[in-house]
């Protein structure tokens, strides 16, 4: 059966309720998904395999921003995957990225594009969120042209504004969406 995989760090929460939002639409929109996570950080997360990410028909991928930059565990992961990048196997399949950071200009656009650099590398192709998404033009918050986010703010809150989920559901139905037309 094919699937979309949703894979995520999250140490607080914010993230992983980014994916939950991100994956919740991609099964709306008639795809399955796969929800896998770098570590185990609660009872119900599963670990990712490397066949997770080869059998996948497209890729979300999401952490929290550190330093305006990837989390250490997902870097760890895609630096095993060069056997995966010499066979091309990940090459023309369909992804998207996600993160969470404390401050709106705390440098989560940074780490958007970074998530995208090991994708590229990988000859995925990128999606990003169109202008034809209204919230992302009203956000006061999270969201932006290179990949859904959330400001959880000083205390650290992971509750996602309304522009946010909405800006996730539109990332998951066009990830979905683009991914049937391929299959
Ligand atoms: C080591 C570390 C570095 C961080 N660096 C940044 C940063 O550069 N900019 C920012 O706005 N927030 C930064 N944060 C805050 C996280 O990005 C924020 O708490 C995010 O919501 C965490 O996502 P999570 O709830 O999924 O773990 C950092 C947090 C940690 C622990």
């Not at 056997?83 to 989560?108: E, Q, R, T």
């Given at each position: 059966?094919?699937?979309?995989?949703?894979?995520?760090?999250?140490?607080?929460?914010?993230?992983?309720?980014?994916?939950?939002?991100?994956?919740?639409?991609?099964?709306?929109?008639?795809?399955?998904?796969?929800?896998?996570?770098?570590?185990?950080?609660?009872?119900?997360?599963?670990?990712?395999?490397?066949?997770?990410?080869?059998?996948?028909?497209?890729?979300?991928?999401?952490?929290?921003?550190?330093?305006?930059?990837?989390?250490?565990?997902?870097?760890?992961?895609?630096?095993?995957?060069?056997?995966?990048?010499?066979?091309?196997?990940?090459?023309?399949?369909?992804?998207?990225?996600?993160?969470?950071?404390?401050?709106?200009?705390?440098?989560?656009?940074?780490?958007?594009?970074?998530?995208?650099?090991?994708?590229?590398?990988?000859?995925?192709?990128?999606?990003?969120?169109?202008?034809?998404?209204?919230?992302?033009?009203?956000?006061?918050?999270?969201?932006?042209?290179?990949?859904?986010?959330?400001?959880?703010?000083?205390?650290?809150?992971?509750?996602?504004?309304?522009h946010e989920i909405k800006i996730c559901h539109a990332v998951g139905k066009r990830l979905a969406t683009l991914t049937k037309k391929l299959l």
């Amino acid at each position: 059966m094919a699937y979309i995989l949703v894979l995520y760090h999250s140490s607080n929460g914010s993230v992983r309720n980014l994916a939950y939002e991100i994956a919740d639409a991609i099964e709306q929109h008639g795809m399955e998904v796969k929800l896998r996570t770098f570590s185990a950080q609660q009872p119900q997360d599963i670990v990712v395999t490397k066949d997770d990410l080869i059998h996948c028909s497209a890729l979300a991928f999401g952490t929290p921003t550190r330093f305006g930059m990837m989390a250490a565990q997902a870097k760890l992961f895609w630096e095993t995957t060069s056997d995966i990048w010499l066979k091309g196997l990940l090459i023309d399949k369909p992804a998207c990225v996600f993160s969470a950071s404390s401050s709106m200009h705390g440098g989560n656009e940074t780490t958007l594009l970074g998530l995208a650099l090991p994708l590229l590398h990988h000859g995925m192709m990128l999606l990003g969120v169109p202008y034809d998404v209204p919230e992302l033009a009203s956000t006061q918050s999270g969201g932006t042209p290179y990949g859904a986010t959330h400001v959880a703010g000083l205390n650290n809150s992971n509750t996602l504004s309304q522009h946010e989920i909405k800006i996730c559901h539109a990332v998951g139905k066009r990830l979905a969406t683009l991914t049937k037309k391929l299959l």
